[in-house]
């Protein structure tokens, strides 16, 4: 290993010479694990160490005191799943290859499977390995696949380098009946350890061969020397050489001969995905709550985080399975959950998210991004919600078999939610529900609220304060003479110690105003946004800009409000907040502009700033009109 970055120069602390595609992992302490695959590729490299300049060469190698019982060359590693552990993965495990020295001597496979245990709360080193998880077949470069309930697919592999059972150092002799079952895989099912044959593949596949794991929780297989251009070393004609992949259903996608209705996500950290081909609710950072919406739901469901794959000769060097830890499940509407604590235990970046039911059935995965704090606020409006409540409108599980019919499930759907409120009739008038004054007083266990809205308004608001799994909700009444709404209340000592809250002010409308909704985070700091009025210029353009805080970090909304025939149009855009300040010039689309120029009604735009958790500032909105009527 030779560092060839800045962070990691030539002659530097983090030199080593060791075997080529050396299996490494990060583990949970931060530091990096060598696993294979010679006997010499036993250490732990130190992270900090290795970027220090004046650390001596290769000082931040620790070289473990014991080995691998044999080499392992051509033989996978993975890290492997810990599913009742949330702390991340201590272990190794290195899987057959050949023992010899050079994997183009003579040599055939190896069945042995060994562990490494890094953790240094126990004896850290490679154990002695145990006969009963020995694969049912010796294999030589074969991939191993991590499936999202923490079990294992082996896949592919050659019966080793000897010439009258494999073609020089990448193919199988398709005349040797002997080596069929080579090509069907092995299974490991989620805390076990024994090994059992599974499905075989059309192909042999082995040298430069890939297996990945789908976001549907199928396994795809390709690749082979054996299918690729001239080799002195096939001896078949260039007509039977052809590229090809495969497809392959774990058990866990079946019930008995048909495939197992599976649990959906509905969405992520939002009650509803935000419109756009961007979803900035599945961004997440680290030790952060958050929801994973399902009208599937049940008791006895586990989330888990997959890595995507990076596969190359019988190694993906990302691939690892985290769990997550469930806080609650709400039967009929979607699990809480908490992400890792920190980036040893998952490296920032984007993962697959699944929900696995008691069964072991999983869902379609959910790309999800990971990042830490400063990260995750750059690239979302606010933090995740978390699931209260059932899903609005649950629909029966369903799968679709191999031959691509479908099984549908009957679901019985949770108790009904009580009646909606009236839908009011058609109006003109918008509410103009703004923020002036909203905080938590610790000291008196206080929440203190002020809103204005039109005097047109009438009725009551809800008003619901949530922290974490703490709520409060009250009803108060419109005053109608003033135009406002006003709370000093006390609320319970659970939610008056957290630092933020999210409080949400709804408001359902009457005969002359249309409902609306405001969602602002709490804190102790408020935001001093201050705006100029916008302005729509003729060519389509809107202008803003104003101050805030210069602890405020994220982004200000302006959201366009507009009717158009029946139904109301909103347009929403985002100003970054940087060093106190913000702007926002924005070209509206053809059609944007086309639909303003057609409205019924006026146009109004609401300026809205969040709230940014890490430093306590609360959220502030501001309402301008911004065109009279038409």
């Known amino acids: ?51 220090d300049p004046s650390a001596p060469l290769g000082s931040a190698w620790t070289n473990y005191s014991t080995q691998p019982s044999i080499r392992h060359l051509g033989g996978p590693a993975v890290l492997e799943p810990d599913m009742s552990s949330f702390g991340g993965s201590w272990r190794a495990l290195l899987l057959g290859g050949i023992p010899a020295s050079d994997g183009l001597q003579l040599s055939l496979a190896t069945r042995v499977v060994e562990r490494m245990n890094a953790d240094p709360a126990g004896t850290p080193g490679w154990e002695a390995p145990d006969p009963a998880e020995q694969l049912t077949k010796a294999r030589y470069y074969h991939n191993d696949v991590l499936l999202p309930d923490g079990g294992m697919v082996v896949v592919g592999g050659g019966s080793g380098s000897d010439p009258t059972t494999y073609i020089g150092n990448y193919y199988i002799d398709p005349s040797d009946s002997t080596r069929d079952e080579l090509r069907q895989v092995e299974l490991r099912r989620p805390g076990e350890k024994t090994w059992r044959l599974g ?22 297989s390709a690749g082979d020397d054996y299918h690729e251009g001239p080799d002195p070393f096939n001896p078949l ?71 995507p794959a990076a596969d190359t000769h019988a190694f993906d060097f990302t691939q690892r399975v985290i769990p997550l830890k469930v806080t609650s499940v709400v039967t009929g509407g979607g699990l809480n959950v908490l992400t890792p604590a920190n980036a040893a235990i998952a490296q920032p970046g984007w993962y697959e998210l699944y929900v696995i039911d008691a069964d072991g059935t999983p869902s379609v995965g959910r790309w999800v991004r990971l990042l830490a704090p400063a990260g995750a606020d750059a690239n979302r409006d606010g933090p995740p919600i978390t699931v209260t409540g059932t899903w609005p409108n649950p629909s029966p599980r369903s799968c679709v078999n191999p031959d691509g019919s479908t099984v549908t499930e009957g679901v019985t759907p949770p108790p009904p939610p009580p009646p909606p409120a009236p839908v009011p009739p058609a109006v003109t008038f918008t509410s103009k529900l703004t923020v002036k004054h909203i905080s938590i007083r610790r000291s008196s266990r206080e929440l203190d609220l002020l809103a204005s809205i039109t005097t047109r308004a009438s009725g009551r608001v809800k008003v619901e304060l949530v922290a974490g799994s703490h709520r409060a909700t009250f009803h108060p009444t419109i005053s109608s003479a003033k135009g406002r709404i006003q709370i000093k209340r006390k609320i319970p000592a659970s939610l008056a110690a957290r630092r933020t809250a999210l409080v949400t002010i709804t408001y359902l409308g009457d005969a002359d105003t249309r409902p609306l909704s405001v969602r602002l985070l709490v804190g102790p700091h408020a935001a001093k946004l201050t705006m100029t009025a916008p302005k729509l210029t003729s060519g389509g ?14 982004s200000v909304r302006v959201q366009l409000e507009f009717e158009l025939g029946e139904t109301t149009k909103t347009v929403q855009l985002t100003a970054r907040v940087s060093k106190g300040a913000w702007k926002l010039s924005k070209q509206l689309s053809k059609a944007v502009r086309a639909q303003i120029a057609a409205r019924t009604g006026t146009l109004h735009s609401y300026t809205v700033f969040t709230g940014y958790k890490p430093a306590g500032i609360r959220g502030e909105m501001r309402s301008y009109e911004v065109l009279g009527d038409p």
């Open 1 to 51: 290993f030779r560092g060839e970055s800045p962070d990691l120069p030539p002659g530097s602390p983090a030199d080593r010479v060791q075997s080529l595609y050396p299996r490494m992992f990060t583990i949970p302490d931060g530091n990096v694990l060598l696993a294979g695959p010679s006997w010499a590729d036993s250490a732990k490299l130190n992270t900090a160490t290795a970027t």
């Open 237 to 307: 004609p260039d007509s039977t050489r052809r590229d090809s992949a495969e497809i392959y259903w774990p058990p866990y996608l079946f019930n008995g001969n048909t495939c197992a209705p599976r649990p959906v996500i509905r969405a992520v950290g939002a009650t509803a995905p935000p419109a756009g081909a961007n979803d900035p609710w599945a961004v997440t950072t680290y030790a952060e709550p958050f929801g994973i919406f399902s009208d599937h739901a049940r008791s006895g469901m586990q989330a888990v985080l997959v890595a």
């Open 199 to 220: 499905a075989a593949q059309e192909e042999w596949r082995t040298y430069h061969g890939t297996a990945a794991l789908l976001p549907d929780g199928r396994i795809l």
């Open 541 to 554: 353009r809107i202008k803003t800009n104003g101050t805030i805080s210069r602890h405020a970090r994220g």
